[in-house]
């Protein structure tokens, strides 16, 4: 399977069996388009008529880009076969890594060469690599279009005890396998409302990481509002990255992100955020909005942000009810489509400027990237990341806390619900229809098993609005990471 398309003046063409990026002249775009479906005879005759006027395409250069072609081709470069597809299918072992490393052909193009090894897709053990502990069902703003209710998740205000957190750090211990570096997201509601244990809990993870030859990283999610000194200071000491929630431009981020009290926050928290984010040196964050059908000219919040001095900065689209006013809606995408290409090109702009910023869904690295194991099953979810509530219950991620049809267990007894995790396990690119097709298969790894169960009722379906954007963004990011290279 091939994808082209055209982005800002580049031709560009992605084989998505091997991974090769390959960046070509019109002629050769319009070659490939027919080169499967067409006899070479036949090809020549229509690139003479279609370039008539342009001098350098003779019968001999039209001959010469087919024979290019031909010769990608039987390297494995262009219109290469799917190798994984046999290898996630039930009692399948191992399968190569997609070809890995970038570099340039005699033609100009990015190609992908090589192998780098093989990896398991079906795990006989789990192995359990994350938990993101919900230290607080209890929130202090009151944001429209929130997910968990108000941080409530359909319940009653709920706090994590350090009682309750150091079972689930043995638990993450004890269930890591022959895994070292483990990874805990502090999570709400709005985590600082439980600020104290947070700390006992990284505390106490600390003194298990000699003893057991394990690493911790941690996450601290804020929307801010509870920031002071002592928060700056322990997050920039203790977590590897801290997500600041921000929606951008104050009369935006004010409509939906308000206090109990009604009151925008914005005022609030940027001072806030500013003073941790300059503090933190060159340690991770993100600054993370949400846009909606409100701000569909999101690209100029985000540049907002970045004009503030953040640098590294993600906006997801709001996924909710298609019912709810604020909810994204089909009219909507060609103006979404058009400000993921404002932003790619004003990025680079900026970037060749020496004033760059990181968006975190331009994020690419065609260099490496994530193995192909990660391309295939994507986040673990359920399967070597769940998500633990304020009174010790697992769930498969944060977006299915509260729906008890996907209570896993707790963190005393571990996953007693085997069939939750054996149904996520099978969560892959090849057990969703849409995405064999898809091009994108191996950027999104099926996308979000949450989005696509709220959306379509199934894990193994799809949410197809955000396979739209998510297809948009990689386009996007490619062609930013050509034009930077």
Request: aromatic fraction near 10%.
């Amino acid at each position: 399977m091939i994808h082209q398309y055209k982005l800002n003046g580049k031709n560009i063409v992605l084989d998505i069996g091997s991974g090769a990026i390959h960046i070509v002249d019109s002629l050769s775009f319009d070659i490939i388009e027919l080169y499967e479906t067409m006899p070479s005879e036949k090809i020549k005759k229509k690139m003479l008529e279609k370039y008539a006027l342009d001098p350098d395409v003779t019968e001999q250069e039209i001959s010469n880009v087919v024979n290019d072609i031909e010769t990608l081709k039987k390297e494995g470069k262009l219109f290469s076969d799917d190798d994984y597809h046999d290898a996630v299918t039930v009692g399948a072992g191992l399968a190569p890594l997609a070809k890995g490393g970038m570099s340039r052909s005699d033609r100009g193009d990015f190609t992908c060469p090589g192998t780098c090894g093989q990896v398991p897709l079906q795990k006989n053990t789990p192995v359990i690599k994350a938990l993101c502990l919900h230290v607080a069902h209890a929130c202090n703003l009151t944001c429209d279009y929130c997910f968990a209710k108000a941080g409530k998740y359909l319940g009653e205000d709920a706090f994590m005890s350090f009682e309750v957190g150091k079972q689930a750090l043995d638990f993450l211990v004890k269930n890591s396998g022959n895994r070292r570096n483990l990874e805990v997201d502090f999570f709400g509601g709005e985590p600082l409302m439980n600020w104290d244990v947070v700390k006992e809990l990284v505390a106490y993870a600390r003194s298990l990481e000699e003893p057991n030859n394990k690493n911790f990283r941690f996450t601290l999610t804020t929307n801010g509002i509870l920031i002071d000194d002592d928060v700056t200071l322990f997050a920039n000491k203790e977590m590897n990255n801290v997500v600041l929630s921000l929606d951008g431009r104050m009369e935006v981020h004010n409509h939906f992100r308000k206090t109990i009290n009604g009151q925008g926050s914005y005022e609030i928290i940027l001072p806030k955020f500013q003073k941790l984010v300059k503090a933190r040196g060159d340690k991770s964050y993100y600054i993370r909005g949400t846009f909606t059908h409100n701000n569909v000219d999101f690209t100029k919040d985000i540049l907002h942000m970045a004009d503030l001095g953040f640098k590294e900065l993600s906006m997801e689209p709001v996924v909710c009810s298609p019912n709810d006013p604020y909810a994204l809606t089909k009219e909507d995408l060609p103006k979404l489509f058009k400000q993921y290409e404002l932003l790619a090109k004003e990025m680079a702009k900026r970037d060749k400027a020496g004033n760059g910023f990181t968006f975190y869904h331009f994020m690419i690295d065609l260099e490496h990237g994530p193995c192909i194991y990660k391309r295939i099953t994507g986040c673990g979810s359920g399967t070597e990341y769940l998500a633990v509530t304020p009174t010790g219950e697992l769930y498969p991620c944060h977006q299915f806390v509260g729906d008890k049809k996907y209570l896993m267990g707790d963190v005393w007894k571990g996953v007693t619900n085997t069939h939750i995790r054996d149904e996520f396990s099978k969560c892959n690119v090849y057990s969703r229809e849409k995405c064999k097709k898809c091009w994108a298969r191996f950027y999104c790894s099926g996308g979000c098993a949450a989005n696509s169960y709220h959306a379509a009722g199934n894990i193994n379906d799809t949410y197809d609005y955000g396979c739209e954007l998510f297809r948009k963004r990689i386009e996007c990011a490619i062609w930013l990471k050509i034009e930077l290279t």
